[in-house]
């Protein structure tokens, strides 16, 4: 069971920065897709960014340009740097990886970490 554990929430001021990191308790070969979701009060979850084992990044248009997203491989992390945080990123942050299972992928999630920005 792959668990995923998050840290480096917290509280900021608008135009600050923060950065959140996520651990893979388990060290297997195999996890592909890392990234970060989040979910603000009476919202869907949303996508924030997504990095490959390869590297390759996505970003939701909301967050390019102020948020980076970088992995370690080796030690199964996943980083977020958070510039020019805005109220509206205000949130609880879920980390995300997946891998695959037989014909199909399993999804693994952190239990969440709070993202607040005052301004």
């Known amino acids: 069971q792959v668990q995923l554990v998050e840290s480096g929430g917290g509280l900021v001021q608008a135009g600050g920065s923060l950065t959140l990191s996520c651990a893979a308790s388990a060290r297997i070969f195999g996890i592909n897709t890392m990234g970060w979701y989040r979910q603000a009060p009476g919202k869907q979850r949303e996508l924030v960014a997504t990095i490959t084992r390869a590297g390759s990044t996505n970003y939701a248009d909301s967050v390019k340009g102020r948020f980076t997203i970088s992995r370690d491989n080796a030690k199964n992390t996943v980083t977020l740097q958070m510039n020019s945080l805005k109220p509206e990123d205000i949130a609880v942050y879920y980390c995300?990886?997946?891998?695959?299972?037989?014909?199909?992928?399993?999804?693994?999630w952190g239990q969440g970490t709070q993202v607040t920005v005052s301004s």
């Open positions: 995300y990886a997946n891998r695959a299972l037989g014909q199909g992928r399993q999804d693994y």
